[in-house]
């Protein structure tokens, strides 16, 4: 995989550091709360020998324990005027298809899907840069894709602190 760096003549104008995702804080109660769900789920799919469902109850915890264990590492974002740089990775705004803010009660992500659908679309916490600042910049090179939501499965996760 060829990795593009940054172009020595591009102009940096904004940077800043935060995590690709945002790291719930689990209470006793959410782990109370969430053992009692999956035993409740894993009891009813053994009362009707849903074998692939218990499978899945009993995996799927022990992946997202896994995954989940450390905190997400910061990662350098660079915005310029040819493009942009998440870690050591540049992106010029050719090979982007907009932009859309999202905001929650604890944290903001920018979302910046790439033309290329085989590559994934950026999603990155704009930690402690302003908002206004972020899309005024932004906006120079790429469109502000309007009343773009998270998607479901983004929303669930976030609800129930996945």
């Known amino acids: 995989m060829d990795i593009k760096t940054q172009p020595q003549n591009d102009q940096v104008l904004l940077t800043w550091e935060a995590p690709l995702r945002y790291a719930h804080e689990h209470t006793k109660r959410w782990y109370v709360f969430m053992g009692s769900a999956l035993g ?34 910061n990662k350098k974002i660079s915005i310029g005027t040819q493009g942009f740089t998440l870690g050591e990775e540049f992106t010029a705004w050719i090979d982007c298809n907009g932009f859309w803010v999202i905001q929650t009660p604890d944290y903001s992500e920018l979302h910046i899907p790439r033309k ?40 669930i996760s976030r609800i129930c602190k996945l």
């Open 40 to 73: 409740i789920m894993l009891l009813y799919s053994l009362w009707t020998l849903a074998w692939s469902l218990t499978l899945v109850l009993v995996i799927a915890p022990v992946t997202y324990l896994y995954l989940r264990k450390e905190k997400p590492s």
């Open 116 to 155: 290329d659908s085989n590559k994934n679309e950026i999603i990155v916490l704009t930690g402690n840069i302003k908002i206004l600042d972020l899309r005024t910049t932004l906006r120079q090179f790429l469109e502000e894709i309007p009343k773009k939501n998270e998607k479901i499965f983004d929303t």
